[in-house]
């Protein structure tokens, strides 16, 4: 990990920008990682296993979480799903590890952003500043109303989302990208764009859209094997139909489309 002191300028105030919790039980990761994020005007607290991660998230909840993968005694994954019980809360995690099959689970586990170590920590404040823009942002603005069609509803005030009536548990992200697809029915997005326009990056793993396209399909499809709602649109991403008639895609096919190119990252390429 980059231990290089960041440019000189004058530090905001401390904890102006929000709390963020840190959990790693690595104390030369954490010292950095916690340095930097006071520096940045983060009021931060730090835990060095799952259990007291959950106590102090109950304790004091905090307004971001930057989570290890590899804990002792309960992992990440499951830290992670414990404080989702309790509401939404943006997290990235940490991983010692570039495998597909551990960013594929931390971002189906509802993590918002994964960093692979070793890592830069002054772009991990740079992902922390993102995460927590793009969440605050997602408060609705004032009069923004209800969001309906296919069988599904969303109430951008309430952050509550439907399919027949029935509630559907969403993530942060995933309620975000739904209501993003249903304020623009019948038009493809590519993965570039709906990372911009759903995550606020201008840069990025593109299998972040991937993985959560295909979880929420999972949720609101009435079969996710064969999308009739999120369709793949050959050549270009993605695509929300709001008249449901007609076969779906199957999903081996929609694999196979170039909105759903292959998650990992070239060899020797840079995964952010």
């Not at 440019?7 to 990682?33: C, F, M, N, S």
């Not at 060095?48 to 930057?66: C, N, T, W």
């Not at 999972?218 to 050959?234: C, F, M, Q, S, Y």
Request: net charge negative; proline share 8%.
């Amino acid at each position: 990990m980059e231990n290089t002191p960041p440019a000189r300028h004058p530090a905001p105030a401390q904890g102006a920008r929000g709390r963020v919790l840190v959990v790693d039980d690595d104390p030369t990761v954490a010292e950095v990682v916690v340095g930097y994020l006071h520096r940045a005007g983060y009021t931060v607290e730090q835990a060095g296993d799952g259990p007291a991660a959950l106590a102090r998230f109950a304790a004091h909840r905090p307004d971001l979480v930057v989570l290890d993968l590899m804990l002792p005694a309960m992992d990440g994954f499951e830290v992670c799903r414990r404080m989702r019980e309790h509401g939404p809360v943006p997290v990235i995690m940490l991983t010692a590890r570039g495998d597909e099959e551990d960013r594929v689970l931390g971002l189906e586990t509802g993590a918002d952003d994964y960093v692979t170590k070793p890592f830069s920590p002054r772009e991990l404040v740079l992902r922390v500043d993102s995460v927590l823009r793009r969440s605050r942002a997602a408060a609705p603005a004032a009069g923004a109303g209800p969001l309906s069609g296919g069988g599904l509803s969303l109430d951008p005030a309430a952050r509550q989302a439907c399919r027949d009536g029935h509630g559907l548990a969403l993530t942060l992200r995933e309620f975000d990208l739904l209501a993003f697809l249903l304020r623009h029915p019948g038009k493809a997005f590519g993965r570039e764009e709906l990372m911009r326009e759903v995550w606020g990056w201008d840069f990025g793993d593109l299998s972040t859209v991937t993985v959560h396209i295909r979880r929420l399909r999972g949720k609101v499809e009435t079969d996710p094997a064969r999308p009739r709602l999120i369709r793949t649109v050959w050549g270009v991403g993605y695509r929300l139909d709001l008249d449901e008639e007609g076969p779906g895609t199957p999903v081996d096919a929609d694999r196979a489309g170039a909105g759903d190119r292959p998650v990992v990252p070239p060899t020797g390429g840079r995964s952010r």
